[in-house]
C-alpha cells in the first residue's frame, strides 16, 4: 500500500522561499513519475509540477522559473522548491503519482503567502 505525506508547508511574505517534501512509502516510487498539486477553495486541483522517474520535469507555466521538483529515489522522496513566492501560490499542496491516483492523495500542507 502506498502512503504519500507532504511536509514543509508554513506561512511566508511574498518574495520568499520555501521547500515542500513528499515522503513516499511502498515499492512503486522509482518507477513512477511524481507531481505536486495544489488547490485553493473553490478551484480545481491542479498540477503544478511534474518528474519522471529518469528526471524529466515539466511545470505550469504559473510557476515556471520559480518552482524546482526534485526526487531522491534512494530515500523515496520528492521535493518542490519554491522561490519568489506570490500571493496567488496560497493553496493546499498535495504530492502524488503523474497521472495522479485518487487512492494516494494526503492530508497536503498549507502554503501561505502574504502580501
Known amino acids: 500500500q502506498v502512503q504519500l505525506v507532504e511536509s514543509g508547508g508554513g506561512l511566508v511574505q511574498a518574495g520568499g522561499s520555501l521547500r515542500l517534501s513528499c515522503a513516499a512509502s511502498?515499492?512503486?516510487?522509482?518507477?513512477?513519475?511524481m507531481g505536486w498539486y495544489r488547490q485553493t477553495p473553490g478551484k480545481q486541483r491542479e498540477l503544478v509540477a511534474s518528474?519522471?522517474?529518469?528526471?524529466?520535469?515539466n511545470y505550469a507555466d504559473s510557476v515556471k522559473g520559480r518552482f524546482t521538483i526534485s526526487r531522491d529515489n534512494a530515500k523515496n522522496t520528492v521535493y518542490l522548491q519554491m522561490n519568489s513566492l506570490e500571493a496567488e501560490d496560497t493553496a493546499v499542496y498535495y504530492c502524488?503519482?503523474?497521472?495522479?491516483?485518487?487512492?494516494?492523495w494526503g492530508q497536503g500542507t498549507q502554503v501561505t503567502v502574504s502580501s
Open positions: 511502498g515499492s512503486i516510487f522509482s518507477i513512477s513519475s
Open positions: 518528474i519522471t522517474s529518469r528526471g524529466r520535469t
Open positions: 502524488n503519482t503523474s497521472p495522479s491516483y485518487y487512492g494516494f
